[in-house]
């Protein structure tokens, strides 16, 4: 099966259509059903909601779960909504438990309580279970659906069994093993398990060096564990060791576009990015928390410069640098940022060391200072015909370069020590304390030069 461009789902769409609005259910099926459900999800978002209801019709609970399951959870809730409740709840129970407790955290509060208890009671445990954990823990995002085998079993036994249990599990490839008192154990991969000898016990080829999370991990540890070990798999236990569920490298992969989402949305100086299903009201309220600070920040930025007037007034010239040296040390600054929060987030500066990343960064903004100021320097001089302000503006920039590239790693790392998202320290943020640093270095430089020239003349 190939992957589909969105001109091919179109075009596929207005050969499928035809079979739907004249009543051909069996050619539908046939055709809808043959494409894969990534395919038939994106092409179930571009309908309306009339020939959505009409898919309903044509298609079972079983069928229409798929298709959800490929369906981005922020934007599931109107169709949950629009449709028959009892069709719903059906829906929910084919969909694996993780993906359904994600769903309905996104619904009404009744409706999650009404389509709970339309649905079968087994079902319906499996889920509330995983609502009762905390958002964005390892509880939250793991499913029950999962295969174990205990440790007395002979490998033949555990064959049958997994066999049994197969259809039902999100994935068979590691298999994890609980003793009497369904502690876990070990683990053993499939392979491992398909070519032991069958009268073997499990204990004798399982590997007891099982690495495991707790249900209340976040799950951005979570997801840099798996990264890490290059897991497919990984169990959740609780306190006692017992084994609750499993999380799947499906789920870290949305996990991880879900925290670097929120990571950049913080960059932004939002809370969070905004929806296309959001108006104007509700987007600037996210925004202007973020704003009104910096609007503050940028008022402190006002009145240094005002304290700097009399050296203004004597040098006129010296406004026109201002944007200059201010913008560049918010460049400079949001670089550094981005390389600290992202080592903070993938967990680089633990391994390499603060102090290396200080030092390393300090380097960069010599360097970068360093040749930059020079280069300023004969630029202002050239174009000018005064060689000492191109002096003041090159070691302002060189000066200014170093501090704001200093500042942008070190924010973040001093935020992540008060156990603050380091993210938080968003590029806006750093380049308006670095405007205010910038102007403090530009201006007190400036007069201090200006002061040196009357007692040299």
């Known amino acids: 099966m190939e992957y589909l461009e969105d001109h091919e789902r179109r075009e596929l769409w207005d050969n499928i259509q035809d079979a739907l609005f ?14 894969h459900p990534y395919d038939q999800a994106k092409i179930f978002e571009e309908q309306t909601q009339d020939v959505r209801m009409q898919i309903y019709t044509y298609l079972s609970p079983e069928e229409i779960a798929e298709v959800m399951e490929h369906i981005d959870v922020d934007d599931i809730e109107e169709y949950f909504t629009e449709m028959d409740p009892r069709f719903a709840a059906q829906i929910l129970a084919e969909i694996s438990t993780d993906d359904a407790a994600d769903i309905l955290n996104e619904l009404d509060k009744n409706q999650v ?16 279970e995983l609502l009762y954990y905390e958002e964005k823990t390892a509880g939250s995002i ?10 007395n079993q002979t490998v033949r036994e555990a064959m049958l069994h997994l066999k049994s249990e197969a259809p039902d599990a999100e994935t068979i490839y590691y298999v994890f093993v609980i003793d009497e008192d369904k502690h876990l154990v070990g683990v053993i991969s499939l392979r491992d398990l398909i070519i032991a000898e069958e009268d073997w016990y499990i204990s004798e080829v399982m590997s ?75 987007a600037a309220k996210k925004r202007l928390p973020w704003l009104v ?44 940022l981005a390389v600290a929060v992202r080592g903070l987030a993938t967990g680089e500066h633990e391994k390499e060391g603060i102090i290396k990343l200080v030092f390393r960064e300090a380097g960069t903004g010599v360097i970068t200072g360093l040749t930059c100021g020079v280069l300023v320097t004969f630029i202002v001089y050239f174009w000018q015909g005064d060689f000492y302000l191109g002096l003041l503006v090159g070691i302002s920039i060189m000066s200014t ?32 304390i670095n405007d205010i640093i910038s102007i403090l270095i530009y201006f007190g430089m400036a007069t201090t030069f200006l002061r040196l020239h009357l007692l040299i003349s």
Do not use: C
């Open 22 to 35: 004249n009543d051909q259910i069996d050619q539908f099926r046939a055709e809808f059903l043959e494409i």
């Open 113 to 128: 309580a009404s389509f709970l208890t339309i649905m079968d009671k087994e079902s319906a445990s499996d889920i509330k």
């Open 142 to 151: 793991m499913t029950t659906e999962f295969v174990v085998v205990r440790a």
């Open 208 to 282: 007891d060096r099982v690495v495991s999370v707790q249900v209340g991990e976040d799950q951005e540890d979570v997801a840099q564990l798996m990264r890490d070990y290059d897991f497919l798999a990984l169990p959740v236990v609780d306190f006692q060791n017992h084994m609750l569920g499993i999380i799947t490298v499906d789920d870290i992969m949305d996990v991880m576009e879900e925290e670097a989402s929120d990571d950049y949305s913080k960059l932004a100086g939002v809370s969070d990015l905004d929806r296309p299903d959001e108006n104007a009201l509700q």
């Open 293 to 336: 600070i910096l609007l503050f920040l940028g008022m402190m930025t006002a009145s240094l410069i005002g304290r700097f007037e009399e050296t203004l007034n004597q040098v006129a010239i010296l406004a026109v640098f201002i944007p200059l040296i201010a913008g560049m040390a918010g460049n400079t600054g949001t670089q550094a």
């Open 401 to 432: 370069l170093i501090v704001a590239t200093l500042a942008g790693a070190l924010v973040p790392l001093l935020m992540h020590k008060l156990n603050v998202d380091p993210a938080v320290a968003s590029g806006p943020f750093i380049t308006t």
